[in-house]
């Protein structure tokens, strides 16, 4: 009988101490303020489907009401985004922010900043955020057009290995969007060898619904969630709707239309204009 009791103290205990194991994952608590400081993704990342949103409905499909602080603006590079620091984040006084530069910084070209600039730059962002109490998560730069060998993303490659560097250094939360992006392209690409055409994105640059799930599962994971509270936040998502072209879908029926477009080697738009002239073709 002694025996038995224990053993139910002790699996009782367990049980808890998993519970407990499992909410204190989650570094993001109610009530919180969460900035999103950035570009024309970050600002876009804040639509129906944007990754910001996709981010704030899983914590609260998991029990935690926080609140947003949308900080993308258009055309932004590191120097725009640290003049602009104080005013769109730091009087707003979030607990985290996640800091997301670099694709205008070299895609800009004469116009970018220079990697020893946006050092610079980034370095004060990040010591301005953490002097201020707010806790940074740094996001790797993504991908400029879908090919890891084009030269954008050749030069990119040391202006993210800045911020691997620079996310140890300051003890900020790295979040390396850039390898998810290319890992994710690249198991499509070996399903279907033949593929052409944006996977992850609209443009090669600004994400379409696929690159804003990916964006914001590497948050929510860097944020502590595990795969089975990622898993409920999804079943939230599949059932947000969004306008695409002249209609509205779901995230699932976009979803659907991915796969039946990669099956035939095709990106959503070619498989969607494809499904558009044989329409026509047949009235």
């Known amino acids: 009988m002694f025996k038995m009791k224990s053993l139910h103290v002790v699996l009782c205990g367990a049980l808890l101490l998993s519970a407990s194991a499992l909410s204190a994952q989650i570094t993001v608590k109610s009530g919180e ?40 603006i258009s055309g932004h590079k590191s120097n725009q985004m640290l003049a602009r620091l104080e005013r769109d984040v730091l009087k707003k006084k979030p607990q985290i922010m996640t800091l997301s530069c670099g694709v205008n910084d070299v895609w800009h070209g004469r116009r970018g900043v220079s990697l020893e600039d946006y050092r610079k730059n980034i370095t004060e962002i990040v010591d301005k955020a953490q002097a201020a109490g707010i806790k940074v998560y740094i996001l790797t730069s ?3 057009y879908e090919n890891p060998d084009h030269a954008n993303n050749r030069k990119l490659a040391a202006y993210n290995d800045f911020l691997r560097s620079l996310a140890k250094e300051k003890n900020c939360v790295l979040v390396d969007l850039n390898a998810d992006m290319q890992k994710q392209i690249a198991e499509i690409k ?19 619904v696929l690159g804003n799930i990916m964006m914001a599962e590497g948050i929510l994971r860097a944020f ?60």
């Open 224 to 283: 502590g969630l595990n795969g089975e509270q990622i898993a409920k936040a999804e079943a939230v998502w599949d059932k947000k709707t969004f306008p695409q072209g002249f209609m509205r879908l779901t995230v699932k029926e976009y979803k659907t239309l991915s796969e039946k477009a990669f099956k035939v080697n095709k990106s959503v738009p070619d498989y969607v204009t494809g499904l558009a002239k044989k329409d026509a073709q047949a009235r």
């Open 33 to 72: 303020k969460i900035a999103f400081l950035g570009d024309s993704i970050t600002q876009q990342g804040n639509w129906e489907s944007g990754y910001i949103n996709l981010v704030m409905s899983a914590l609260e499909a998991n029990g935690i009401k926080a609140v947003k602080i949308p900080a993308g």
């Open 190 to 208: 070996a399903k279907h060898p033949k593929i052409k055409g944006n996977l992850l994105t609209v443009d090669g640059v600004h994400m379409n």
């Open 142 to 144: 993504t991908m400029i």
